[in-house]
């Protein structure tokens, strides 16, 4: 199957890094224009180009067979905007007319331009539609209303079929400090105050980077053609001062938070836009986004220390797998299939405490029927595809296997949809299998793939082979495999989500010496020095096993098992950063101890 050809202007910026990422992901063949090289991006479907947008030689040779353009570069900031208006003007007016020219040169079939929400300038009603009349408030709004302008102009003149995307306030890891929310949390990392400009009270809307590219990745698969869309989070508009606030109540360092009037500011009060409040309606309805990630939890994402963090806020890396829940499972069960009752009382412990990541899988009997039953739709849902795949194996099988979870789940979409074992990707019909999860991706009933990886071998083979977007992984104190080989960064770096399981070890890890099985007699040595370290650091060893995977920074979830409701509340009331040495309990090495299905 032919690849479809992408060029991305600006590729190397911060909403284009993802962007690019996410788009590589999805099985494009991505080219990056940008005056500057992003080497964090090796893949065999990208190629970066050195230059600028009036270049027009190398424009020529680098939109040859491109199908879309997205235009991202832009000459941004406040400060810089407003200092250098002919800079601005020239680089986000005549550039993106250059570019327009030589696209409809080369017949490109479609065109989306990254506009802003400051084209709608101060405004007296909210949430703000997209056919409200744009205001000329600050010059980098100008430039963006006319590069808005030159988009309709071609498609009136030339047929060049477009979208136009208003971002609103996007924030996330690795952005420019310049920026609010990266600016504050560089700022508590250096023990500095936290800078309000004037009273505080200007609203904005933030939208976290991954639901703005989801926003993006939506607009390109389902959008409706030469359509002007808002791309931002409504549900939580907030004003700065009170943003501050929710900083302090995360952080446990001491903040001071200081007011400075706007003419010690990098802006004058005339320019400032008071409030920004998206209508996200229009792109709801054409494509289904709805952005999911909470303002807390994308000030975590940012702040991605745990040292730095109330132990409260350690809750929010925390997800249920829901085995149990369907079968009676795990040496250390001593009450089996959890009862209706206790579901009711686990969501509701789940809802008070923000826990929002439920983890099932078509193979835990009827876990996936109850969960739908129970009404978890409001929680991000992942499960797995059924253990085995039919003889005639298709595309359409895997997006039937979707469309039936997401009936049992009784759920329009869901956040993961795993492989249930790596041999059924590393097999010759692997690529049919990936091929169709790919497929449901892009209909919008899954937000992401994953695979459950048991071995470093089949993760290494993996993520060579596929680009996936979550790992769900074995980590513990025995198993420390990933953290040798240095495999948690490697996927970080590929903007996988890593998941943690068999954190307790199916339960070996926290029973006592003498009911642990006979079978694990030969591996005393390591339970005996385990046994010693808790009596050392004065910890059970519950709490010690989930606090030492959730203080890694690298993992985005912690998947725990759980007995009835009481566990689960005794869970999350001993949450706390533990970091400990840990070298004389490492059993990477002992394979049958490690790993349960050798057991």
């Known amino acids: 199957m032919k690849k479809t050809k992408i060029l991305v202007t600006g590729g190397s910026g911060f909403i284009g890094h993802h962007l690019i990422s996410e788009l590589l992901k999805n099985n494009f063949y991505v080219k990056s224009l940008d005056k500057i090289k992003d080497n964090s991006i090796n893949d065999k479907n990208y190629k970066f180009y050195k230059g600028n947008l009036f270049d027009v030689n190398l424009l020529r040779k680098i939109l040859k067979n491109c199908d879309l353009v997205i235009h991202l570069a832009a000459y941004l900031g406040v400060e810089k905007t407003d200092k250098n208006i002919l800079n601005c003007l020239d680089n986000n007016i005549l550039a993106t007319r250059n570019l327009l020219r030589i696209c409809n040169e080369n017949k490109i079939k479609k065109f989306i331009f990254a506009s802003s929400s400051e084209v709608y300038g101060d405004q007296k009603k909210f949430p703000l539609f997209e056919n409200f009349e744009t ?26 079929d477009y979208n136009i995307i208003r971002f609103f306030n996007v924030y996330g890891p690795g952005q420019n400090n310049n920026f609010v929310i990266s600016k504050y949390i560089q700022r508590i990392k250096k023990n500095k105050p936290l800078e309000v400009y004037g009273n505080g009270t200007q609203i904005r809307s933030f939208c976290y980077i991954e639901d703005a590219i989801s926003g993006v990745m939506n607009i390109i698969y389902r959008g409706k053609k030469n359509t002007t869309y808002n791309i931002g989070n409504d549900k939580e508009p907030i004003s700065i001062l009170k943003l501050t606030k929710l900083i302090k109540s995360i952080c446990k360092k001491k903040i001071i938070v200081k007011k400075v009037d706007f003419k010690h500011s990098d802006r004058k009060k005339e320019r400032e ?12 309805k054409d494509t289904g986004y709805s952005p999911r990630i909470s303002l807390i939890d994308g000030i975590l994402k940012i702040i991605n220390d745990r040292k730095l963090i109330k132990k409260s806020m350690l809750k929010k890396y925390l997800g249920i797998g829901t085995l149990q829940f369907g079968l009676n499972y795990g040496v250390a069960n001593k009450t089996g299939k959890i009862s209706n009752g206790e579901i009711k009382k686990i969501k509701n412990i789940l809802l008070k405490n923000n826990i929002n990541t439920i983890d099932t899988a078509h193979a835990y009997g009827d876990s996936e029927k109850r969960i739908g039953k129970f009404d978890f739709s409001n ?71 994953g695979v459950s990886i048991y071995t470093i071998e089949e993760l290494n083979k993996i993520i060579t082979k596929f680009n ?10 025995f198993d420390q495999r990933t953290l040798k080989n240095n495999y948690l960064e490697k996927l970080k770096n ?43 650091h004065k910890i059970n060893k519950y709490s010690a096993c989930l606090n030492y995977v959730l203080s890694n920074k690298n993992i985005d979830k912690a998947i725990v098992g759980i007995d009835n409701s009481s566990h689960l509340k005794s869970l999350v009331m001993s949450l706390d950063y533990f970091n400990i040495p840990i070298e004389n309990v490492d059993a990477s090495k002992e394979i049958k101890l490690i790993n349960p299905s050798k057991w």
């Not at 010059?139 to 963006?144: A, L």
């Not at 836009?273 to 709801?284: A, C, Q, T, V």
């Not at 989500?497 to 099985?517: C, D, K, T, W, Y």
């Open 135 to 160: 205001q000329n408030k600050t010059i980098y709004g100008i430039s963006k209303i006319v590069g808005e302008k030159y988009i309709k102009g071609f498609f009136q003149k030339y047929k060049l």
């Open 273 to 284: 836009i008071f409030k920004r409040i998206p209508s996200i309606e229009k792109i709801s």
């Open 379 to 449: 929680f991000e849902i992942i499960t797995k595809l059924p253990v085995k795949e039919p003889k005639n194996l298709s595309k359409n099988w895997v997006v039937r296997c979707v469309r039936d979870s997401l009936i049992k789940l009784n759920v329009k979409k869901i956040y993961c949809m795993h492989v249930h074992n790596t041999k059924q990707l590393l097999k010759n019909n692997g690529k049919i299998i990936y091929e169709g999860l790919l497929q449901a991706k892009k209909e919008g009933l899954i937000n992401k793939i």
């Open 468 to 477: 996936i977007d979550l790992a769900l992984i074995p980590f513990n104190i």
């Open 494 to 536: 590929k903007k996988i989500e890593i998941h943690a399981r068999s954190i307790f070890l199916q339960g070996l890890l926290v029973m006592s010496r003498n009911s642990i099985p006979n079978k694990f007699n030969i591996y005393d040595g390591y339970f005996s020095r385990w046994n010693k370290l808790i009596k050392k």
